[in-house]
């Protein structure tokens, strides 16, 4: 079995050394153009000669949750793509979103520049009757995190493409009830695949159906966002602010105006790292069931990309 690696931001003998503990006969490289085609791969955003290359390819295990990368791609039509699920990923995004809506909800960025300036002063409290959550996504990130801000007892809501019952939390689905789950909602928290179904849905038309003062979340992907209107809806006060871990361009760049704003916090993409041991792990189980001629989890649906 050969098995071809291509994860530029990663320790190759790391998972050189993990898939021989497995499997020692196998021979597993990491890829460069002109490389012995390969039985499965390990891959985060390889570039098209990856495929071309290896017309073979039994399965691709994609480095992380989201495929768009991926999708975007000519891969070849007998090669399964699976995704990493979870992977110690769905914690920390829960980590992260409460921390932003916490953050937003007590108002500490506003308590932290009172500390800066040395001033002790209280501002309003706001109840939580008054904080919708809604999570665009209900999948392994989207329920974790909503699970998390139920522990916190904010009215959820929630918005995923099948209908879903979860206990405490509104479910609204498909495109008819968009409206209705935007309505309900002041902070919107993206955890969406990137789709031709989903690309630009934090768009104007979408965002001003928050509730006033609302605030964004975008936690997937940056093409999600439609970065100007979001701009607009802050400069009318329709929206109060947005924390972004995710943007169309990475690195975002330094003349792009989200940096500096006011009321735009910014982190780079790290909301939910790739952890190396649990994601070797999950690759491992998942390509030792594939061998055995198992189900799969996390098989990537590639008609409806995601
Ligand atoms: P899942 O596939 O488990 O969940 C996706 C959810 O989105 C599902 O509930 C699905 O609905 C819903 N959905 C998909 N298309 C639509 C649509 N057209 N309309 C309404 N709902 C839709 O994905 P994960 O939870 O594992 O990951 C979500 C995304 O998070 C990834 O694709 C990735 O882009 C991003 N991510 C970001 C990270 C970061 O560090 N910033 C880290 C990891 C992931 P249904 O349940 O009905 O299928
Ligand atoms: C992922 C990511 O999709 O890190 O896993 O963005």
């Known amino acids: 079995m050969r098995i071809a690696l291509y994860n530029p931001d990663s320790r190759a003998e790391f998972w050189i050394d993990g898939l021989h503990a497995v499997w020692p006969d196998a021979e597993v490289a990491l890829w460069s153009p002109g490389s012995a085609p390969a039985d499965f791969a390990i891959a985060w955003t390889p570039p098209q000669a990856f495929f071309d290359e290896q017309p073979g390819l039994r399965a691709v295990f994609n480095l992380g949750a ?16 699976v995704r990493l699920e979870d992977a110690g990923m769905a914690v920390q995004m829960a980590e992260y979103v409460c ?46 995190v909503v699970q998390a801000l139920r522990g916190f007892e904010f009215p959820v809501n929630a918005w995923s493409r099948q209908p879903k019952m979860v ?62 209107d979001l701009l607009a809806l802050l400069d009318s006060g329709h929206l109060a602010g947005a924390m972004l871990d995710v943007f169309r361009t990475e690195p975002l760049p330094p003349e792009h105006p989200f940096w500096g704003h006011a009321q735009i916090s910014i982190t780079p993409h790290m909301s939910a790292r790739t952890l190396e041991a649990e994601s070797l792990a999950q690759i491992i189980a998942k390509l030792q069931a594939l061998l055995q001629g198992q189900p799969v989890d996390g098989l990537v649906q590639r008609e409806r990309g995601y």
């Open 167 to 228: 206990d405490g939390v509104q479910c609204f689905a498909g495109g008819d009830q968009l409206d209705a789950f935007l309505a309900a909602s002041k902070v919107l928290v993206c955890l969406l695949p990137l789709t031709v179904d989903t690309q630009n849905i934090l768009n104007h038309r979408n965002l001003s159906r928050l509730q006033p003062g609302g605030y964004v979340i975008n936690v997937a992907r940056g093409a999600h966002l439609v970065d100007a």
């Open 66 to 81: 989201g495929v768009d990368a991926l999708m975007r791609l000519r891969i070849p039509p007998q090669t399964q793509v």
């Open 99 to 144: 921390h932003a809506v916490l953050r937003h909800f007590r108002g500490l960025d506003t308590y932290e520049a009172d500390a800066r300036a040395r001033r002790w002063r209280y501002h309003p409290v706001v109840m939580r009757s008054d904080f919708p959550v809604g999570v665009m996504g209900l999948g392994v990130l989207g329920s974790r």
